[in-house]
């Protein structure tokens, strides 16, 4: 009886293709992303990409430019030559990771023995990043100037240029805060889409449709109400992290609010897009699972970007979450004015307006379908 049991059971099991699909293709893409992230696998065959450090050679001198050319010759960084004023305002934004910067006398000091004038400015956010760097150029350092027997001769001096003080946002807050909330919404949208499936399931959809109403405005409908919950979801969260943790929402509002607009807007438009696409909710909530845990993944929600190889790092951008995950950087821990973040809510915009075209386009074949 048993044995019986359990037969019908494996039956119905494996009768679900989507369950089955969901059960096992979703952690061999987790444990992909995973191994591709934390377990260096394919580093082997590719060198990573080089870090993008910005230097200032204020000495100007043909020992400090000597210097430059061979520490430029290390494989995982890159020296960008700059203007310090520059070199400090992209650190800032974030667009590089440090700026490496020769005060005038590193040649004397290098003849005299002094302590060298060089310093290390650096965006903390992307502190794993940075200590990399950090150990790259002391080590480079010692070996060009001959001092790899004098470890403490050589003395890097590195500074944050935003300091944890001013801005009350520790990046691995702002990190945690915002790639949780955009990778939670999503999942939300995605059950709201649902109940379009189900209406379609119970009939409602085709008397709508007598009515007549046309298939433009239901899809629209819909997704304006999975925008109206995206808002009241993000504002709760970021509420409850004022409250709980301390997040400076007060700090820039206008900025914090258009984005939450911007988000709600391509995270909804995501939403009609995953409706569109299928004619079930058993389809749906195989397919969202595993785009949703892709998306997050690969987007910053579940790994901080900084940790990710340079090809993933390149997939990234194509992800709702990657986007507002920056601007929320952008406004707590960078401290940007709103003309600094409006590119990337750009970007979610476009990301919507684009999702929003094509999903109309999947809707009405699946409306004619219908009738």
């Not at 400090?64 to 310090?84: D, F, V, W, Y």
């Not at 992209?90 to 000091?109: M, P």
């Not at 690969?298 to 979450?321: D, K, L, R, Y």
């Not at 986007?323 to 950087?329: K, P, S, T, V």
Request: aromatic share 8%; proline share 4%; net charge positive.
């Amino acid at each position: 009886m048993i044995i019986t049991i359990l037969k019908k059971d494996l039956r119905l099991y494996f009768s679900d293709k989507k369950g089955v699909l969901v059960t096992f293709l979703l952690p061999i893409i987790m444990i992909t992303l995973f191994a591709f992230a934390f377990g260096g696998v394919g580093k082997k065959k590719s060198a990573p990409k080089p870090l993008g450090i910005l230097v200032v050679d204020k000495d100007s001198t043909a020992t400090s430019q000597e210097l430059i050319t061979k520490l430029n010759n290390l494989q995982t960084i890159r020296l960008i030559p700059s203007e310090e004023e520059k070199a400090l305002d992209r650190v800032r934004k974030g667009d590089n990771v440090a700026a490496l910067i020769f005060e005038k006398g590193f040649s004397e000091a290098i003849t005299t023995d002094a302590n060298l004038p060089v310093e290390l400015k650096y965006d903390a956010a992307r502190d794993l990043q940075m200590r990399i760097v950090h150990t790259l150029l002391k080590e480079g350092f010692k070996y060009h100037l001959k001092k790899e027997d004098a470890p403490n001769e050589i003395k890097l001096k590195t500074t944050s240029l935003i300091k944890e003080s001013s801005t009350k946002a520790h990046p691995g807050l702002v990190q945690a805060v915002g790639g949780t909330a955009i990778m939670m919404l999503l999942f939300s949208i995605a059950a709201i889409g649902g109940g379009l499936l189900d209406e379609k399931e119970a009939g409602t959809l085709k008397r709508l449709l007598i009515a007549p109403v046309k298939p433009l405005y239901i899809l629209l409908a819909k997704m304006g109400t999975a925008m109206i919950v995206s808002i009241l979801q993000l504002t709760v969260m970021f509420v409850f992290a004022w409250l709980a943790f301390g997040l400076p929402i007060f700090m820039d509002m206008s900025s914090l609010i258009i984005l939450i607009l911007c988000i709600s807007f391509a995270v909804s438009s995501f939403g009609v897009f995953l409706v569109s696409t299928v004619k079930t909710r058993q389809q749906l909530q195989g397919m969202s699972t595993i785009i949703i845990i892709l998306m997050s993944a690969i987007g910053g929600s579940m790994i901080p970007i900084s940790m990710m190889p340079a090809f993933m790092q390149n997939i990234a951008i194509i992800s709702v979450n990657y986007w507002g995950i920056e601007g929320f950087f952008d406004i707590f821990w960078r401290q940007l004015p709103l003309v600094d973040v409006l590119p990337k809510m750009g970007i979610l915009l476009a990301i919507g307006l684009g999702m929003t075209l094509i999903s109309t386009i999947l809707f009405k074949k699946n409306i004619i379908a219908i009738e």
